[in-house]
């Protein structure tokens, strides 16, 4: 018996929502809130006939506290699921705390505006002491710690699924199969064709600056950056076949560092097509991923920002997805004093996904750890206080393995 608030409603809270309301027990109630409320008036239409859960829907802007502030106190939820983007992540957290109310995302803070000097000081300053220059990571949320604990709240950061579900493959892994893990490589690939000569499979502007950035990865305690796409390498894929796959910085490679600290390495590979690199660099020789504004015809745009207009919107993409993801996570490290090597992964079929809820597996992979998380935490299976990743929490209720809790198979 749950009230919950959901904000946003792009292609990951769409299948997250589709998802709660197939566990109408948990989920009695639903609150769909976004900048654009006639995407969620039309969501929660198609749902309604298909479910018990009570769906209401409302309009707001989640970069203004004070909105958030207002919803929440109108709607009185018990979780707040943000599955906007990370741009809204610390003015969602600022709301949950001063309303006392548990708070969830799916992906760490990042500014839309890179070019505030604000900002751009204390990143330049993490860029030198950390050794890597990603415009998103973990400090500014984590900063948020204490305020949580005092108000015996939780916030749970980055369930979707990688971050996500990669973490709770890795406190599976540490809690089931090794004494101590000495490397880990989590691999992303999506060996699904949508048939345009471009597209991404999230949201754009999120998705490009991710991939355009530089990689890197933890080694001996300390950051290795490298060049964009340096860094490649070929795998055989389970379902999907042999892919070129490229080491990407990602957001939990920064977490797993710390609460996994016996780790020496810790990578992150993604699988790209050529055509697909090939349009990004081209896009980023001509300044198409810039985040400042330019004035064209009397009129400030942002040309990544305009990009993300002319490009397929991700959510359309479901009907025409073929193939297969596979994401998962390859450790080695020592079990009873022997070496061992031990690779975890999920395996999903786009048009499998889109048959149930009508969108593609980035979407799908990332909206059905959305719900799980939010179902640990409504039913009292995560309960620790503070700021935190999923790799800090019991992976058994999450993967079935006490029975206690099966959440809907991935
Ligand atoms: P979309 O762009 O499809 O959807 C974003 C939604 O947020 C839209 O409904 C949008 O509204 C809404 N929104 C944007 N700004 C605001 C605002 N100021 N106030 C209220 N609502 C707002 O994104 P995705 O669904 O692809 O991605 C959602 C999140 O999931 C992102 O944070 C992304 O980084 C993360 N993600 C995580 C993954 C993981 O594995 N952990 C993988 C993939 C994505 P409008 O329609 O008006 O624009």
Redesign the pocket.
């Known amino acids: 018996m749950s009230k919950v608030l959901i ?8 299948v997250a929502i589709h998802k709660c309301c197939q566990v109408p027990e948990v989920f009695t109630d639903i609150c769909i ?4 409320k006639s ?2 008036d039309k969501l929660a239409a198609e749902l309604a006939p298909k479910t018990t859960t009570n769906i209401t829907t409302a309009q ?5 506290v004070d909105e958030v502030i207002a919803l929440i106190k109108s709607y009185q939820p018990d979780l707040v699921m ?7 992540d610390l003015t969602i957290m600022d709301a949950c705390l001063a309303c006392g109310v548990n708070y969830m ?3 760490n803070y990042e500014p839309e505006n890179t070019d505030d000097p604000a900002w751009r000081a204390i990143y330049e300053k993490r860029c030198k002491e950390a050794g890597f220059s990603a415009y998103f990571d973990y400090s500014w949320q984590w900063a948020y710690a204490k305020k949580f604990e005092e108000a015996g709240l939780t916030a749970l950061l ?8 990669t973490q709770a493959y890795c406190a599976y892994a540490k809690k089931h199969e090794f004494d101590t893990i000495d490397t880990i490589d989590i691999l992303d690939c999506n060996g699904g064709d949508h048939g345009y000569a471009f597209a991404t ?7 490009l600056r ?1 991939v355009s950035a530089p990689g890197s990865y933890w080694e001996n305690g300390h950051w290795v950056e490298i060049p964009a796409m340096s860094i490649k390498r070929e795998y055989d894929f389970d379902k999907v076949g042999q892919k070129d796959m490229y080491l990407l910085h990602h957001e939990e490679i920064e977490s797993l560092a710390k609460n996994i600290p016996e780790a020496k390495r810790i990578r992150f590979f993604m699988t790209f097509g050529q055509s697909y690199l090939d349009h990004m660099r081209c896009l980023e020789d001509v300044g198409m991923l810039s985040t400042t504004p330019i004035n064209f015809n009397g009129q400030e745009i942002v040309p990544i920002q305009f990009l993300k207009a002319l490009l397929p ?3 359309s993409l479901g009907p025409r997805t073929k193939g297969k993801t596979n994401i998962g996570c390859i450790f080695t490290g020592k079990k009873d004093g022997k070496e061992k090597t031990y690779y975890i992964y999920n395996v999903c079929d786009h048009q499998e996904c889109y048959k149930e809820v009508g969108s593609q597996a ?2 799908y ?3 059905v ?2 719900m799980c998380g939010a179902l640990m935490l409504l039913t009292g299976k995560w309960t620790t206080k503070g700021v935190h990743t999923v790799e800090e929490f019991d992976p058994d209720p999450l993967s079935g393995r006490t029975g206690q809790v099966r959440p809907a198979p991935l």
């Not at 980055?158 to 579900?165: A, C, K, L, N």
């Not at 499979?201 to 998705?207: D, G, K, L, R, S």
Request: net charge negative; with cysteine; proline share 9%.
């Open positions: 904000i946003g409603c792009g292609g990951v809270a769409s809130a976004s900048r654009t995407k969620c707001v802007d989640a970069d203004h943000n599955i906007a983007l990370p741009y809204q995302d799916t992906a980055g369930s979707g699924f990688d971050p996500g579900v499979n999230f949201n754009p502007e999120i998705n991710e919107d991700p959510a980035i979407s992979t990332t909206g750890p959305a």
